[in-house]
């Protein structure tokens, strides 16, 4: 009983000079256990607005910057640059879960090259996880999720294909292991690991620019002009023929 005492004393007192620490640097701290109370959370989160079945998202051609995260047949848009390291996605009930969704191969793990954390001015958001069921990928090691090739999980992305056309293709997602870019929803592949989706259509195609727009107006009204010209000629030639 004694013991208890003492124990539960330090642990106090631990809990107190963390709170005094955190006001101090004036640095706050959320985690997977936290981070829906973050007024801003929407900065971190993927939060769930609607659900599409895998074949629908690969039948959507012509899209731009636009990502999902599959879970079986139940699949959800994500940001396309891997900014938010949570997500949310709802089961075969329709039950939403958070998953942390930022992942990384057990070979970064081992070579220790992981950054488990962002901060934003006084802001800090940590996405290490407690268990496998914290993570998307249903793999939690020392703290990190871990790509796991028996879940159920793809990425998909948009591929594009220039003047405005892509198509959807699904894969592993990006910091993934790959042999080639088959392997990718981003249809990279670098020194054996998935690169990120980025390609899309540029500002001059996506404005057409003034001297196209001359051009093409022009060639208009200049084939019209050319049509109205023939039709002149080709009556006042059937009015001299008739008069002969």
Known sequence: MYNKKIILILYIVYFFQNIYTYNINGTSLYTYDNITTYSDSKNFINFYKSSFSKEKVLSITNDFYSSYFCKNDICVSVDNDYYR?????????????????????YESLKLNNIVSIKCDYNVCVS???????????????????????????????NIYLGHRQSYTYCGKAYGDICNSKDECSSKKCYD????????????????????????YYSSIIFIISLICICCCWCRRRNKKAIKK
């Not at 390291?85 to 969704?101: A, C, H």
């Open 85 to 105: 390291p949570f997500v949310e996605m709802p089961d075969i009930n329709g039950n939403i879960k958070l998953y942390i969704s930022e992942t990384y191969s």
């Open 127 to 157: 996405f290490k996880c407690n268990n496998d069921s914290e993570c998307l990928y249903n793999k939690c090691i020392d703290s990190y999720c871990i790509f796991n090739d028996k879940a159920p999980i793809t990425h998909c992305d």
């Open 192 to 215: 054996n690991t998935c690169g990120m989706s980025t390609d899309g259509p540029s500002d001059s195609e996506s404005v057409p620019s003034r001297a196209f727009m001359y051009f």
